[in-house]
C-alpha cells in the first residue's frame, strides 16, 4: 500500500512538471511570436536565462490560477453569465500580468492585450496537456474520478462506497420533436442516441397538451400539475399582470400554485438535482434554475452552478473561446442565409448571436458539468435542461443545417455524460426525453403583412400601423369593422350608447405564445363572452375566424357554452366534439379536442384563444412571433415530444397505450424513481411552500393519484 501511495504521488509530480514544462515552452514562443510580449531583460538574456524566466512566469500563472482563479469567480457569482463569460478573458490576462510582475528582476512584461491572448493561449494548453496525461493513464482518470465522488459524498456525510440501488440522470433535449430525434439518429448525426435505440433504450412517443411550450411541460414533468398554464405568456385579469413563464418571478409563482395544488414537493424533493431548468421540482441542489433566480444571498444556490464551472480557469478559457467562436459561426449563418435568399427567414441581428452563444455554449457546459459532478456524488435523481436546438430552431428552422449541427453537439455531451456514469459511485440509469417538438413556417407577420396584434385593433376599429393598414389583411379588418360599427348603429339608442361606451377604452390585451395567442379584454373583470364580442366589437371575431392564417378560435358562449369557430362563421360546442368523429380540430392532430377542453376550464383561459392554421401536408404553421420553427399551440411536430428510457425500466404504457400530457410523464417517472428504489415522495410532512399547503401522503393517497397503468410485468412499488 505505502508504495502504491509512493507510485500514485510519483505520478501526480510528473504530470505537474510536464505541465508546467509545456506551459514553459509555450510561454516562450509566444514571447518569441508576439512583438509585445517580452521574457528578457532591456540588454538581452542568455536562452538559459530567457527559459528560467518563463519558467518563473509560466509556474506564477499555474499557481495563481489554482489558488486566486476560484476566489475572483466565487466574489463574481452575482456578475450576470453572459457578462461572466465575457470577462473570463480579461480576468485571464489580469492573472499574467500578475504572473509577469512577480518574475525577479522584472523580465516579463505584456501589453494588456497581449497578455489576454497569451493567458488564453497558456490556459488552452495547460489544460489540453492534463487531459492527455490523464487519458493515457486510465488508473490515474480513475482515482481522480473517485477521489471526486469521494469528496462530495464526505461533504454529504454519506458513505463513498457504491450503492446498491441506481441512480437516474433525466436530461431534457429542448424542443427536439419525436421525428427530429429519430431522423438524427439514423443519418449519423446523434450516433449516440443511435447506439441506445433498440439497444439499450426504448422509444417511446408522447402528446403535450395544448400549451406546447417548456413552462407547462416541465412545470408538469418536474412537479406533476400544469394546471392552469393556459400558454408560454398569458393576462390574470384578477391580479392584473401577465405572466412569463420565462421571468424569475412568474416561474416562482407557477411553481408555488403547482407544490399547493399537489400538496408535494416534485419530483426531485429527496436528494435531487435540478439544472438549467425553470423550476426546481423539488431539489435542494440547484444550478440555472429560473423559479430561484429571484432569490437574494445564501438562500439562492442556484448561481453556484458558475462557480463549480468557471472555477477552473481551464474551463472558463475553453467556453469563453467556444463563445466567441459560436458567435462568430451564427453571424456568418445569419449572412449566408441573407445572401442566398433563404425562405423563411428572420432576423438574427442585435444581441442574438450572443444569445444563441449562452445557449449552445455557456449553458450547455455549465449544465452537463454540473449532471458529471451530481453523478460523482452519487445523488439519487438529476433533471438538466439542455435548450441549445430550441433556441437555434426558433430562429434558423427545426430541419436546417444549422439545428442538425447542434444536435450533433449535443450528442457529443451526451457520450460524455455516459461515460462519466462508468466512474459514478452507483449505477445510473439515463433517461431521455423532451418538453416538445418544433413546427416550421413562416411568421405570421412575413406572410400576410400585419401582425395578429394589428388584425385584432383593426378588428375592433382601433388604428393600427400604416404599414398594417396598407395590407390586404389590415384593409380588409378595416372594412369589416366600419361595415360592422354601421350595422350596429341602427340598433336603438340604448344599445348604440352600450356600444359606444363600451368600444371606448377598451384595447385589447394580445399576447403570442408561438402559433398560440391569446386576447383579452383587462376591463372586463370577468371572461368575456362571444355575445359581448359582438356586441363591444361586432367585426372582431368574423375577421379573425375567416382570416386564412388562423386555425380556430375558442370563446365562450352564453347560450352554447365554449364554441370552437372556424372559416365561414361555424360555431360548434364544444361539447359537441368528440376525438375521431372528424369536426373542426380534427386535422390539428388526435387528442386535440382534448386538450382544447381542458384549457377550456382554466381560471385564467383567454376571452378569445386562437390557435394559427396548420397544413397537415407540409406541417407548416405560422407563429405569432418572429420564428420559423415555433411550438406553443396545436398542429404539427411541436406536439410530439419524446422519451427515450433504459428497457431495464417497466414501459411507460401499456402496449398499444399512448402517453399523453405532461402529468401524465411525471407520474411514468416517478413510477421509475420508485422501481430504481429511491423513494422521491416524503413519507412525512415536509415544508416546501407553505406549511398548511403539505400533507403527508399515504399508500392510498399516492396510489389514487397513479392514473397511469403499470405495464404486466412491471417491478412492484416497495415504496407504497
Known sequence: MVAGRWRTAGRAVFRVVVVWGVSTVTMLALAGLLPDFRL??????????????????????????????PVIVRALLLVP??????????????????????????????????????AAVMSAVASATSTALAVRDDDAYRRRLSRLAHRHSSRRGEDP????????????????????????????????????????????????????????????????????????????????????????????????????????????????????NLFTGGADQVALVLSVAARRGHANRSRAGYFAYFSDPANAVRTAVSFVAEVAREIGQSTRARLRGDEPRVGRGGLYPFIRAFATVVERDVVVAAVMGDMLAGRTAVYADLVAYDEV???????????????????????????????????????????????????????????????????????????????????????????????????????????????????????????????????????????????????????????????????????????????????????????????????????????????DAFPH???????????????VVHAFEEQIGSHGGLGGEQSEAFLLSPLELSPPVPPGGELVGAEQVHRVLRRWLRECEGPQVPIGPRVFARPENVREFSRRDRHAEEEVPVPEGSPPDETM
Open 161 to 276: 462506497g457504491r450503492s446498491g440501488s441506481p441512480g437516474t440522470v433525466f436530461v431534457q433535449l429542448d424542443g427536439v420533436g419525436h421525428d427530429v430525434l429519430r431522423r438524427a439518429a439514423d443519418s449519423g448525426v446523434m450516433p449516440t442516441v443511435a447506439s441506445w435505440l433498440g439497444d439499450t433504450h426504448r422509444l417511446t412517443p408522447w402528446r403535450t397538451d395544448w400549451s406546447s411550450q417548456t413552462g407547462a411541460s416541465q412545470l408538469g414533468i418536474l412537479h406533476g400539475s400544469n394546471h392552469d398554464v393556459p400558454a408560454f405568456r398569458w393576462y390574470e385579469k384578477d391580479r392584473r399582470r401577465i405572466v412569463v413563464s420565462n421571468r424569475p418571478a412568474s416561474a416562482a409563482e407557477l411553481q408555488r400554485r403547482a407544490v399547493e395544488r399537489t400538496a408535494d414537493g416534485g419530483l426531485l424533493t429527496v436528494d435531487g438535482a435540478s439544472r438549467g
Open 393 to 599: 430552431a426558433h430562429h434558423s428552422g427545426p430541419h436546417s443545417a444549422d439545428a442538425q449541427a447542434v444536435l450533433e453537439r449535443l450528442d457529443r455531451s451526451l457520450a460524455l455524460i455516459a461515460k462519466v456514469a462508468e466512474h459514478a459511485p452507483r449505477d445510473y440509469r439515463i433517461v431521455l426525453l423532451s418538453d416538445h417538438g418544433q413546427s416550421p413556417g413562416s411568421s405570421f407577420e412575413d406572410a400576410y403583412g400585419l401582425t395578429l396584434r394589428d388584425l385584432v385593433r383593426a378588428g375592433c376599429g382601433l388604428p393600427v400601423p400604416r404599414r398594417a393598414e396598407r395590407s390586404k389583411s389590415g384593409a380588409e379588418a378595416r372594412d369589416a369593422a366600419r361595415d360592422a360599427l354601421r350595422t350596429a348603429l341602427h340598433r336603438d339608442v340604448e344599445e348604440d350608447g352600450e356600444l359606444e361606451q363600451s368600444a371606448a377604452g377598451s384595447d385589447p390585451i394580445v399576447l403570442a405564445s408561438g402559433n398560440l395567442a391569446l386576447i383579452s379584454f383587462p376591463h372586463v373583470p370577468h371572461r368575456v363572452s362571444r355575445e359581448e364580442i359582438e356586441r363591444r366589437h361586432p367585426a372582431l371575431l368574423s375577421t379573425l375566424a375567416n382570416h386564412p392564417g388562423i386555425g380556430f378560435l375558442l370563446v365562450h358562449s352564453e347560450e352554447q357554452g365554449s364554441v370552437v369557430l372556424t372559416p365561414g362563421g361555424v360555431a360548434v360546442p364544444l361539447a359537441d366534439l368528440k376525438e375521431g368523429d372528424g369536426g373542426p380540430l380534427a386535422p390539428f392532430g388526435p387528442g386535440a379536442v382534448d386538450a382544447v377542453r381542458r384549457t
Open 81 to 118: 453569465a453572459l457578462v461572466l463569460g465575457l470577462l473570463v478573458f480579461f480576468l485571464n490576462g489580469s492573472l499574467l500580468l500578475i504572473a509577469l510582475w512577480l518574475i525577479p528582476d522584472g523580465r516579463g512584461t505584456a501589453n494588456p492585450e497581449t497578455a489576454v491572448v497569451v
Open 40 to 69: 528578457q531583460s532591456a540588454d538581452g538574456d542568455s536562452v538559459t536565462r530567457t527559459a528560467i524566466t518563463a519558467g518563473w512566469g509560466a509556474g506564477a500563472f499555474g499557481l495563481l490560477g489554482a489558488l486566486v482563479w
Open 605 to 619: 383561459v383567454a376571452d378569445i384563444m386562437v390557435n394559427s392554421m396548420y397544413d397537415p401536408r407540409t406541417g
